[in-house]
């Protein structure tokens, strides 16, 4: 009788070992998984138009997560990929403001809010933790398209949605916490009013810093098929957006910058199947 | 002309250098995926410590740290373009030719094409028999999102048009043996002294990569 | 040279040679011209000294030059994002160079080089350029000078044209950055210097479009509709309303010449700068390098442009500077205040030396014409009376003693808690029937002005009055009735 009873609990003990150790395992990549939302197909017109007759492009559906990366996701990632700590990163990868809000490499510090966005984060640093993840950075196109759906908190007309947009950009620095801000209609959180937020491809702004001319490319600086026209000169909100990605290099980590993940749409499921 | 005489054991053991001394990065590469930290003694501006795998039109595939120990006159281009791609080619060209001998034999000259959808490895031994660019010269292609990597690293801003065709920089960058960018001609036409000048002072065979 | 074999000519007196020697006293005269107006021509063919670049902060301007040789100067300047003061009780979130609307004003001399270093402050939301008017180049300097938050640029350019300049951020959208604050001034002196004054002073206008209406309380958002429709809240001076004002009063003395260094950051309006008491004795009209103009009340300063004044101060007082599109003065802000102590000066201006009522029909106290009787006089019960009172208030006592009862200061008595008011309804009757002239003590104030009858029914008379000794302070225990003006005005005319 007590040898049953005995070899139960020690068969217990192994079983509760297995799945502790298996579920730490399992969540040192994992933890909170990503939410992704999905976001349906739809019709972007660039902001900068390659010529008249560019009538923009269809985005193919995807899915957005939910949030933008926090400070405790990124902090899980740097102690996993020790490589991208903030006293290992070399500079080609991220410039001297990386994580220079965290107290140090893998403390974030009391000051530093942990499910707030990370920023003082680079393009390449934001490319590698997607591919951690499994995920990748959402286009500018997937992210203006995801960023337009505000009907049902802003209002139909685009011009409720650019006063909106003006008086969020308008906070100084970043006081404007995303919590604090309405979700989009398919209720992906912190578009606007937070940080701004790294794209793939946000090197494709093809204008110099002198953006008053008569939209024609310096023909010297670039090649280019036509005039940058802007597609809606009195969208100041987009304006905003697009010289700050005008503005960037890939190893910049503006404390005004994070990034959230997309993922190519699949089968329904709302977790990282990591 | 004289060539001096070098015993054998010394041309075996520079081959040896020679041969081995490019496989040291990979020898201290740690696998962390495309975004690695690899190599001892690179500096840490080095475009090489953050590169892709690219093919060149000879179908051969390398890393662009491949390239380190030379000097690299870099740009993007696409093959189909009929713009200012063709000047850009041309205005490496002319860098070339204006090289002293010495220099011109050290100094690597690299296209990276924008359009990996059109340019094949066929399209770009195309192009380069069509601009006849000698041994020295590199026509690469990469996936969408090496391209994308490579452009971050050289500050060339890019984006692909309804039509196909690309909207680009017209950056032509200079790198050190090392990999750090070392100047940037940003326009077209170039201020082709100034190319020369940048380029001859990272071909000097002082600058060899120690450590 | 052929000779001919003609008998020899007085060569020297031929036409041509006449005409030669003329053509040649022309070019020496032109090159002699162009070479003083050639801002490079005295560049060293070494280096040049290299200083830092003097600013100051409005309304201070930067020491004249006195150096006469060129210099290479460096400046660093800090584009910021804050949240500050716009007027009382009303906050904006202001785009600044160095921290401040407007940015600083710089000063240089025709010819120098300039190494400018822009730096973007972590803590901004948008990336920032500069275009300085006075850059010969592209884009004033802008196409170089893209500058993320956090981070530098540099570029280096020769202040070629003398004149004053205005800077601004061009950054798209250009009209946001410019409209949230961030613009200044950039004096390139001549080569010989400006003509010396003994003050010099820096005051910039630009117009504010927020979300809320001119005075709304809180943090008020930029609103692009009236920004495009170029119908500002705001118009003031270096900044915020009254930021030239009271305490914050430019001061000078007597006898002094004072120069106002003058720029418009718009965005959009066209300022018509005049300063109240004064006559700009020179005017370099919109800011160019020639004092072009005397003696003028009135000068316009464009949208991205500027003008220099320059005035003797002969009499004491306070001058008020505005913007004489004039409701932009006294209803949005644009009003700044020059306290010129000293000496009086009677022969130019005596101060006020008599001050009668102008009746052109005489010295008695006039009558409006009678308007005809309310179809019934009768009492309004108290509710009625009070609200007919105030509304007969408005109509005929507000233009002078106000819609609060404060009155006028040495105008009209306030009615206000008035002792004179409340010490007798019957005298206050008749001062509405019959009017008022003749010096009278009001809380401890004299007034000696003159009150016309109003030509008012009995009726309102005594709905006016029972409003007013229950209202604005005035605690009156009994209203005005019908009866008692009735008997008032049966007494006669009693007007003191």
């Known amino acids: ?32 998984g990503t939410r992704y939302r999905p976001v349906t197909a739809g019709h972007v017109r660039p902001f900068y138009l390659a010529g008249v007759a560019d009538t923009g492009v269809r985005v193919p559906g995807f899915q957005l997560a939910e949030r933008a990366v926090s400070n405790a996701e990124f902090l899980r990632f740097v102690k996993a990929n020790p490589g991208w700590q903030r006293s290992r990163v070399p500079r080609i990868a991220a410039d001297p403001a990386y994580l220079r809000h965290w107290e140090s490499d893998t403390v974030l510090g009391v000051a530093t809010v942990a499910s707030a966005p990370v920023v003082h984060v680079s393009w390449f640093a934001a490319q590698a933790y997607a591919e951690w993840r499994g995920a990748r950075l959402p286009s500018t196109a997937e992210w203006e398209l995801a960023a337009s759906r505000f009907v049902r908190s802003v209002g139909p007309t685009p011009e409720r949605l650019q006063t909106f947009l003006l008086g969020s950009y308008a906070q100084a620095g970043t006081e404007a916490i995303p919590s604090k801000t309405p979700a989009s209609d398919e209720g992906i959180v912190g578009l606007h009013g937070g940080p701004w937020e790294w794209v793939d491809d946000f090197n494709s702004v093809v204008t110099s810093g002198e953006s008053r001319g008569d939209g024609t490319p310096d023909d010297g600086l670039f090649c280019a098929g036509g005039a940058a026209l802007t597609a809606d000169p009195g969208n100041f909100a987009a304006f905003m957006r697009y010289a700050v990605r005008g503005s960037l290099r890939g190893s910049y980590a503006l404390g005004t910058l994070g990034f959230r993940l997309a993922r190519d749409a699949s089968p329904p499921s709302g977790r990282s199947p990591q | 002309m004289n060539r001096p005489h070098i015993p054998l054991r010394h041309r075996v053991a520079t081959l040896m250098f020679g041969m081995l001394v490019p496989l040291l990065p990979f020898a201290a590469c740690r696998a962390q995926g495309a975004g690695a930290v690899p190599a001892s003694g690179l500096s840490e501006h080095s475009l090489y410590r953050v590169t892709g795998r690219w093919t ?13 120990g030379e000097p690299v006159v870099l740009a993007m281009v696409y093959t189909s373009c009929t713009m200012t791609c063709p000047l850009i080619t041309s205005e490496m060209l002319a860098v070339q030719r204006a090289l002293p001998a010495e220099a011109r034999a050290r100094v690597r000259f690299v296209l990276a094409s924008f359009d990996p959808a059109r340019d094949s490895v066929g399209a770009l031994r195309q192009h380069a028999e069509k601009m006849a660019l000698d041994g020295r010269w590199l026509v690469l292609r990469a996936s969408p999102a090496d391209v994308r990597r490579l452009a971050v690293l050289l500050g060339v801003s890019y984006r692909q048009l309804p039509s196909g065709d690309f909207d680009h920089s017209n950056i032509i960058s200079v790198l050190d043996p090392q990999g750090v960018v070392t100047f940037q001609s940003p326009r077209i036409p170039a201020d082709r002294d100034a190319l020369v000048k940048a380029v001859s002072a990272v071909a000097r065979p002082s600058l060899r990569p120690r450590r | 040279m052929h000779r001919s074999s003609s008998t020899p000519v007085a060569w020297h007196r031929t036409p041509a040679v006449a005409l030669t020697l003329g053509l040649l006293v022309v070019a020496a005269c032109t090159s002699a011209d162009s070479a003083t107006r050639d801002p490079l021509a005295d560049r060293p063919s070494g280096a040049m000294p290299v200083e830092t670049l003097q600013v100051a902060y409005a309304p201070a301007v930067p020491a004249p030059i ?78 170089s000078s893209l500058t993320a938050p956090g981070h530098s640029s540099q570029f280096t350019f020769a202040a070629l044209n003398p004149g004053l300049y205005v800077y601004h951020c061009a950054t798209a959208p250009v009209g946001m950055h410019i409209a949230n604050g961030m613009y ?95 006559i700009f004795d020179r005017v370099h009209t919109e800011g160019g390098s020639i004092a072009n103009q005397r003696d003028v009340q009135t000068t316009l300063v464009p949208a991205g442009g500027s003008a220099i004044v320059d005035m003797r101060l002969d009499v004491p007082g306070t001058y008020i500077l505005v913007d004489h599109s004039i409701f932009r003065a006294f209803n949005k802000g644009a009003l700044g205040m020059l306290r010129v102590d000293g000496d009086a000066n009677a022969v130019v201006y005596s101060g006020k030396q008599n001050d009668v009522v102008y009746l052109p029909e005489g010295g008695a106290v006039q009558a409006m014409p009678r308007v005809a009787a309310a179809a019934t006089e009768r009492e309004l019960p108290r509710e009625e009376l009070l609200a007919r009172g105030q509304q007969v208030y408005a109509a005929n006592c507000a233009a002078c003693h106000q819609l609060g009862g404060e009155g006028t200061a040495g105008a009209f008595p306030p009615l206000a808690r008035s002792d004179f008011l409340m010490a007798n309804k019957d005298r206050a009757i008749g001062v509405v029937l019959h009017g008022l002239s003749g010096e009278v003590t009001v809380n401890g104030q004299k007034f000696n002005g003159v009150m016309p009858s109003l030509g008012l029914s009995n009726t309102d008379v005594a709905a006016v009055l029972s409003y007013v000794r229950t209202n604005f302070g005035n605690r009156a225990s009994d209203l005005v009735s019908l009866r008692d003006v009735a008997r008032v005005r049966a007494a006669g005319s009693g007007g003191h």
């Open chain 3, 66 to 143: 006195t150096r006469r040789t060129p210099a290479k100067l460096v400046v660093n300047l800090e584009t910021r994002e804050v949240k500050k003061r716009l007027a009382d009780g009303v906050e904006y979130t202001f785009w600044t160079f160095g921290g401040s609307v407007p940015g600083p004003m710089l000063r240089v001399r025709s010819g120098d080089e300039v190494e400018f270093h822009l730096n973007n402050h972590p803590s901004s939301k948008m990336p920032h350029n500069i275009d300085l008017h006075a850059v010969t180049g592209p884009g004033g300097g802008a196409a």
């Open chain 2, 56 to 68: 060149n039109f000879d179908g051969r595939e390398l890393n662009l740290a491949e390239l380190r």
């Open chain 1, 1 to 32: 009788m007590e040898t049953v009873v005995s070899r139960g609990v020690i068969l217990g003990m192994w079983l509760v070992g297995l799945l502790g150790g298996g579920a730490s395992g399992a969540s040192a990549q994992q933890a909170s």
């Open chain 3, 184 to 278: 200044g001034l950039i004096l390139v002196e001549p080569k010989e210097g400006l003509t010396p004054v003994d003050r010099e002073f820096y005051v910039m206008q630009s117009e504010f479009y927020t979300a809320g209406r001119h005075g709304a309380a809180g943090v008020q958002p930029f609103d692009m509709e009236k920004a495009l429709h170029e119908d500002p809240e705001y118009v003031v001076f270096n900044g915020s309303v009254g930021a030239l004002a009271g305490e914050n009063a430019l001061q000078a003395k007597v006898g002094e010449t004072v120069r106002m260094f003058v720029g418009n950051g718009g965005p959009n309006l066209v300022s018509s700068f005049h300063v109240i008491g004064e």
